[in-house]
């Protein structure tokens, strides 16, 4: 199983950025698949998922400012962000399972300055 994530950067709070991520060694269309992020010091946090029929959960602070999607046929994750704030710099991870075991992307950065 390889997750790629994609599309971290530095912006200035109010913007957005659209991060991917790319999967390959899983049943994409059957997978449910997940957003979580670690800022510095805090512990790795679910920041969205969405199931393999496209149904999402997102957490509280970022609701309404996140939204995540997927491509079943590219097999690729999406989470476009709008109105970061400083508290959303972090790395971010993709994540899914596979028979019961969890996999996680090598993560892509986000930093986003007041």
């Known amino acids: 199983v390889q997750l790629q994530a994609s599309g971290g950067g530095s912006v200035q709070a109010g913007g957005s950025l659209t991060l991917s991520c790319a999967a390959s060694g899983i049943n994409f269309g059957i997978s449910t698949m997940g957003w979580y992020r670690q800022a510095p010091g805090k512990q790795r946090e679910l920041v969205a998922s969405?199931?393999?029929?496209?149904?999402?959960i997102y957490a509280d602070s970022v609701e309404g400012r996140f939204t995540v999607s997927r491509d079943n046929t590219r097999r690729r994750l999406y989470l476009q962000t709008h109105s970061l704030q400083p508290d959303d710099t972090a790395v971010y991870y993709c994540h899914t399972t596979r028979q019961g075991r969890p996999y996680w992307g090598q993560g892509t950065l986000v930093t986003v300055s007041s």
């Open positions: 969405i199931t393999s029929s496209g149904d999402p």
